[in-house]
């Protein structure tokens, strides 16, 4: 049975992998992309993390209290705001053609917080 809960969920993985995968991309192929193709990257990449806010939040708020006060969830919100930020740095970054070298290492950096993220949210340990 699908339920409104489950599709939301859904959405906010669909996010996760607009999120990373421009990232990834970033990280991989800082060089091979021009300027204005890696600003657009990091753009989409703003634009899903905006949606992994607002449908994570909207999950929290229909569970109600259930895991508000679990450290796996605070670490998670916590890694989010760093990750926010960086992905802010991330487009000023992108914006300027003789920074391209500064991509990598924080396209890279962005996408270990993810994937901790998706430990915290998957194994819950603690």
Do not use: N
């Not at 569970?63 to 760093?82: C, I, K, P």
């Not at 991330?90 to 391209?100: I, K, P, Q, V």
């Not at 950096?109 to 993810?114: C, D, P, S």
């Amino acid at each position: 049975m699908v339920t409104v809960y489950s599709l939301l969920l859904t959405l906010h993985v669909v996010s996760l992998v607009f999120c990373a995968g421009p990232v990834l991309a970033l990280a991989l192929v800082p060089t091979g992309f021009t300027p204005s193709a890696a600003h657009r990257l990091s753009r989409v990449a703003s634009f899903a993390l905006l949606a992994l806010l607002v449908t994570g939040g909207t999950a929290v708020a229909m569970t109600g209290q259930a895991f508000v006060h679990t450290w796996w969830l605070r670490l998670s919100l916590l890694l989010f705001l760093v990750i926010g930020a960086l992905t802010g740095r991330l487009r000023r970054l992108t914006r300027d053609a003789g920074s391209a070298s500064g991509v990598r290492p924080l396209a890279w950096t962005i996408t270990v917080a993810l994937g901790l993220v998706v430990y915290l949210m998957e194994g819950k340990p603690f």
